[in-house]
């Protein structure tokens, strides 16, 4: 449940992550309210045949419509495995660096 557990756990605790990076994951899209100050680069296969593209696609438009900063790379030729060209890729690294996590009150998700 790697790229389903980053949404989720990113959603429920904002507070407690600077960025995330989801990898072929999904969650409710009612969810990316609470992600509107959490940048997100999402990545999936377009080629996956356990997640569907159109779950990362959802969240990313989600959040973005939410207010948030989210972005998506599709890998046209990968499947479910599209961790292994996103892990071998330096950019992601330095993104994820730039982000610091911020603290805000009353930005934890209840419920």
Not at 21 to 46: N, R, S
Not at 63 to 77: F, S
Request: glycine content about 8%; charged content about 20%; some cysteine.
């Amino acid at each position: 449940m790697g790229g389903a557990g980053t949404w989720d756990f990113a959603s429920r605790y904002p507070h407690r992550v600077a960025a995330i990076a989801p990898i072929c994951g999904w969650t409710d899209e009612a969810q990316a309210a609470y992600l509107k100050h959490v940048p997100v680069w999402a990545f999936h296969g377009a080629q996956d045949d356990i997640v569907p593209l159109r779950e990362s696609q959802v969240m990313v438009n989600a959040v973005t419509n939410a207010g948030g900063d989210a972005r998506l790379t599709i890998y046209p030729q990968a499947g479910h495995d599209s961790w292994t060209e996103t892990y071998a890729n330096p950019e992601l690294y330095d993104w994820l660096l730039l982000h610091k996590r911020v603290v805000r009150r009353n930005n934890r998700r209840q419920g």
